[in-house]
């Protein structure tokens, strides 16, 4: 039985790779840069943004490389109703179907979800420690595949597609590093207190404001490259919120008063 891809939201936006199913009816992969061959998925992050146009919603799903964008069709199905039952943003959990398409001469990657639930911060971090792990060795796999000591072929389909070379390899390694800032304690460091966090948050927010505000997924790639987790960084915009030092003038966007 095929078990679910994990896969960061970086690498993902990258697929430009659809490799069609050995079996008929079989949904098509979805191949990333780092090697990941994606047909289901099980994703885990920071529930941003949802947009309802006729019967389709539209969300967002941030890590902290990025963030995948989740299309979820039928007025009345079940997965719609759980994604409108979550208030944003939430962590949660999602387990569903990659798709590419082609679109103006360029890719478009999507993620149709099948299951959606909310859960908390050492879930997320779980997820990102375990997906972190298989992509480190889906890269080990992709430098034997360089330096021609492999016969995996996927692996060598892989770098032929996307020309890979070492330093686009630690380009990716580099990605997976920050990922895991968030997600992991490094003991030596004292820990941020809320008043550090929401300055650093507020400090983003004023900086990367537009005209219409600034996302939340911006936000929390920000600050969790300044590691910051982004269970934290939630709490810290609720906080900015209530004590009217910002506003959300659109779901998903936040502008300072």
């Known amino acids: 039985m095929e078990g679910a891809a994990r896969v960061f939201a970086g690498d993902y936006a990258q697929a430009t790779l659809s490799v069609p199913a050995d079996e008929p009816g079989n949904a098509a992969w979805v191949v990333t840069p780092g ?8 994703l885990c992050g920071a529930l941003t943004e949802i947009t309802e146009v006729a019967d389709v919603l539209y969300c967002r ?10 299309v979820a069709g039928g007025r009345r199905g079940v997965v719609a109703g759980q994604i409108r039952a979550i208030p944003v943003p939430s962590f949660v959990a999602v387990t569903g179907t990659a798709q590419l398409y082609r679109k ?27 997906t972190a792990d298989m992509a480190i060795a889906r890269l080990e796999g992709l430098l034997s595949a360089i330096e021609g000591t492999t016969g995996d072929d996927r692996a060598a389909r892989v ?14 390694a580099a990605q997976i590093e ?25 400090e983003i927010i004023r900086t990367e404001s537009g005209p219409r505000g600034v996302s939340v997924e ?9 590691g910051h987790t982004q269970r934290a960084v939630l709490a810290a915009i609720e906080t900015l919120i209530t004590n009217d030092d910002c506003y959300q003038p659109q779901k998903g966007y936040i502008r300072p008063l």
């Open 104 to 130: 103006g001469g360029g890719c478009v990657v999507q993620v149709r979800p099948e299951f959606v639930e909310t859960i908390d911060k050492a879930g997320r971090n779980r997820w990102v420690i375990a």
């Open 218 to 226: 911006d936000v929390l790639t920000k600050a969790g490259v300044l």
């Open 35 to 42: 090697g990941a061959w994606c047909r289901s998925l099980y």
């Open 61 to 70: 799903l941030a890590d902290p490389t990025g963030a995948f964008d989740l």
């Open 159 to 172: 770098v032929r597609h996307y020309s890979l070379t070492r330093e686009n390899l630690r380009d990716m």
């Open 178 to 202: 920050v990922a895991l800032a968030g997600a992991c304690t490094v003991p030596d460091a004292p820990p941020a207190t809320e008043e550090d966090i929401s300055a650093a948050v507020m």
